[in-house]
């Protein structure tokens, strides 16, 4: 039983491409990251040189927590757009702090370099899916004049004659009166 369980959890991860198992891992992340920083805003912040703005790294964390769900989704897309944006805040929040406490400046390089590689891994992962997932979001063809016969239907009843048959078109119905 034990082996099975294993054999199916494996298919299900075969079958995806590289852009979903990475926004797969994407999505534990931003999970992890957002729950630290909900749990332990005061101790993040002191190691950033920012003490007095636990608020705003557990409002961060929330921001991650709703991206990470997102991004475990049918469709994470528009989540990972959304950690795209998040990443240009917290690049911004970051760089100004950076100015404001230059004496936690190796921390805040540090935390830079992170919210940087993380932008680029979020950038051509969301493109990527935009990508893949563009035609759900678009208008769906109209095949209604469509005869599914590509020679027409007069040569798909020419291809279903026997040889020899004395058939030269479709079946003739009966008239009503003959009923």
Known sequence: MTTSMKHHSHASTRS???????????????????????????RLGRALGM??????????????????????SDNPTNAIWSRVGGDVLDFAALTFALKRYPS?????????????????VDVSCAKALSQRHAYQGGATPDYRQRSGFP?????????ARTEGSNASGPPQRPSPKAV
Do not use: F
């Open 104 to 120: 936690h400046k190796e921390n805040l390089y540090l935390a830079l370099t992170a919210v940087g590689v993380l932008a680029v």
């Open 151 to 159: 020679n027409g239907l007069e040569s798909a009843w020419g291809a």
């Open 16 to 42: 995806m491409s590289p852009a979903d198992k990475l926004v797969r891992g994407l999505g534990w992340l931003s999970l992890g990251m957002g729950l630290y920083q909900l749990v332990a805003p005061r």
């Open 51 to 72: 003490p007095h703005r636990a608020n705003s790294i557990r409002a961060c964390g929330a921001r991650e927590i709703v991206s990470g769900i997102g991004a475990l």
